[in-house]
């Protein structure tokens, strides 16, 4: 069997849906091996680590690279992003307790001490930084220091520190009060609304409904989001403590 290529254009790799444009498809698709996004195309990196740059822990559709190009477009940004796969102990990929004005219900990291998880580092100048910052407003960039967390890129080389973006909302639990894992937006959605007549009244029945009605309206989020501490849906992420940038 030929072995699938990693670098081309998006639409060529299959990876140009991005979920702010089709927000079922979060948390989009994700390359299958460390790259260079620049622009429209895939290439490949010289290197893993990036000192002079801010590495941070995509756990949702940060990793995707149309959502990162879309986000960058909207700043006029054009600069070349690295994405390196890694290794990440101590987080595990759960549900934040909002409703993004995009349609869909993102991911957030949660405490996991005992969870091992394959994600990707994105590493970020300054101006790109500043600008995923500028996109993110329901979360907070917080630290993850070593060795309470660990980040090690596919090298074997270990990070000392990393960031991540953790919701300000909280997440949602699983119903035993434990923070849910995401298990994609289709079935999270299905989930969601066949467990809350009030998300059913918002949303409509269906996650395709959910969305057309969540992106055409922010209030309608706001209020679901409200919904979801109003119904107990939601616990602490375990990551509140860690120092916000």
């Known amino acids: 069997m030929a072995a699938r290529a990693v670098h081309g254009t998006l639409e060529a790799l299959g990876l140009a849906e991005a979920p702010r444009d089709r927000p079922l498809t979060y948390p989009g698709a994700w390359p299958t091996a460390s790259v260079l996004l620049d622009g429209n195309e895939l290439r490949p990196l010289d290197r893993l680590a990036h000192p002079a740059r801010t590495p941070v822990v995509a756990v949702g559709s940060n990793a995707s690279p149309a959502q990162l190009r879309n986000k960058m477009a909207e700043f006029a940004i054009t600069s070349p992003i690295p994405m390196v796969r890694a290794r990440v102990t101590g987080l595990d990929v759960g549900?934040?307790?909002?409703?993004?004005?995009?349609?869909?219900?993102?991911?957030?990291?949660?405490?996991?001490?005992?969870?091992?998880?394959?994600?990707?580092?994105?590493?970020?100048?300054?101006?790109?930084?500043?600008?995923?910052?500028?996109?993110?407003?329901?979360?907070?960039?917080?630290?993850?220091?070593?060795?309470?967390?660990?980040?090690?890129?596919?090298?074997?080389?270990?990070?000392?520190?990393?960031?991540?973006?953790?919701?300000?909302?909280?997440?949602?639990?699983?119903?035993?009060?434990?923070?849910?894992?995401?298990?994609?937006?289709?079935?999270?959605?299905?989930?969601?609304?066949?467990?809350?007549?009030?998300?059913?009244?918002?949303?409509?029945g269906t996650p395709e409904e959910f969305c057309r009605r969540a992106r055409a309206d922010?209030?309608?989020?706001?209020?679901?989001?409200?919904?979801?501490?109003?119904?107990?849906?939601?616990?602490?992420?375990?990551?509140?403590?860690?120092?916000?940038?």
Do not use: K, M
């Not at 930084?129 to 917080?142: F, G, H, M, S, W």
């Not at 909302?169 to 969601?192: C, I, K, M, N, T």
């Not at 989020?221 to 940038?245: K, P, Q, Y």
């Open 95 to 204: 549900v934040s307790a909002h409703i993004s004005r995009h349609g869909y219900v993102s991911a957030s990291p949660v405490n996991a001490p005992r969870a091992t998880r394959e994600l990707f580092v994105i590493w970020l100048d300054a101006e790109q930084l500043a600008t995923i910052d500028a996109t993110e407003p329901n979360y907070d960039r917080v630290l993850l220091p070593a060795p309470h967390f660990g980040v090690e890129l596919e090298n074997g080389e270990p990070l000392l520190e990393a960031f991540a973006y953790v919701n300000h909302h909280g997440v949602l639990h699983d119903g035993r009060g434990a923070p849910r894992r995401h298990p994609g937006q289709h079935a999270l959605l299905s989930e969601l609304l066949a467990g809350s007549a009030a998300l059913r009244r918002l949303f409509g």
């Open 218 to 245: 922010a209030r309608r989020c706001e209020r679901g989001t409200e919904v979801f501490a109003e119904e107990n849906l939601v616990t602490v992420s375990g990551l509140e403590h860690l120092r916000v940038r």
